[in-house]
């Protein structure tokens, strides 16, 4: 029996995106329905356009460099954007794994995969761009200084972004906001 490769993409039970320098040449049925809106529309689009802000799409681009340099692949979890639909501007939480094509080149060709985790963890208040990054970094289980190296800021500059988490979320410890940051 033969395998339909295209089929077993566009069906499979996960987003799939083929990219090149950052932009979308291919996506299947799955990231379509969790960014609420169309392969069409998605397309020669940038990966910018499922981001919440600017800022984030051009800080994540840079960290993943590195990283993707040294071992081929990357993956974290941060929040997303949905596009269009009943959903449309909605912020969730999404487990992303890419892997370059080339490693010397991190942007050129690459396959990534994209898994919602807002049925189990929601957001639940407005972020700013820097407390989603801080905030994705915790549930990692980074301390100030670690998260401060990777977004190449101060330990003490992490440190008012997590009061000011812990203040949204309304948690009395780091534990207890990570605990809520999971969906607790």
């Known amino acids: 029996m033969e395998i339909d490769y295209r089929l077993a993409f566009e069906l499979a039970p996960i987003g799939l995106v083929l990219s090149r320098n950052r932009v979308?040449?291919?996506?299947?049925?799955?990231?379509?329905?969790?960014?609420?809106?169309t392969r069409d529309d998605l397309v020669g689009q940038s990966f910018?356009?499922?981001?919440?802000?600017?800022?984030?799409?051009?800080?994540?681009?840079a960290r993943i460099v590195p990283i993707m340099s040294r071992q081929?692949?990357?993956?974290?979890?941060?929040?997303?954007?949905?596009?269009?639909?009943?959903?449309?501007?909605?912020?969730?939480?999404?487990?992303?794994?890419?892997?370059?094509?080339?490693?010397a080149e991190p942007?050129?060709?690459?396959?990534?995969?994209?898994?919602?985790?807002?049925s189990h963890r929601p957001v639940k208040a407005e972020l700013t761009a820097r407390e989603r990054e801080v905030a994705a970094h915790l549930l990692d289980g980074l301390t100030s200084k670690e998260i401060g190296k990777a977004l190449t800021i101060s330990h003490r500059t992490v440190e008012i972004?997590?009061?000011?988490?812990?203040?949204?979320?309304?948690?009395?410890?780091?534990a207890d906001l990570v605990h809520k940051l999971v969906g607790g």
């Open 24 to 37: 979308i040449v291919d996506c299947n049925r799955h990231v379509c329905e969790m960014f609420g809106t």
């Open 48 to 61: 910018l356009v499922l981001y919440p802000s600017a800022d984030e799409f051009e800080r994540i681009g």
């Open 72 to 103: 081929g692949t990357y993956a974290d979890d941060r929040i997303m954007k949905r596009m269009d639909g009943r959903f449309k501007g909605e912020t969730f939480w999404c487990h992303v794994t890419g892997r370059a094509f080339d490693p």
């Open 107 to 118: 942007h050129g060709a690459g396959i990534w995969t994209f898994q919602d985790l807002s």
């Open 161 to 174: 972004y997590r009061a000011r988490l812990m203040r949204k979320y309304k948690a009395s410890t780091t």
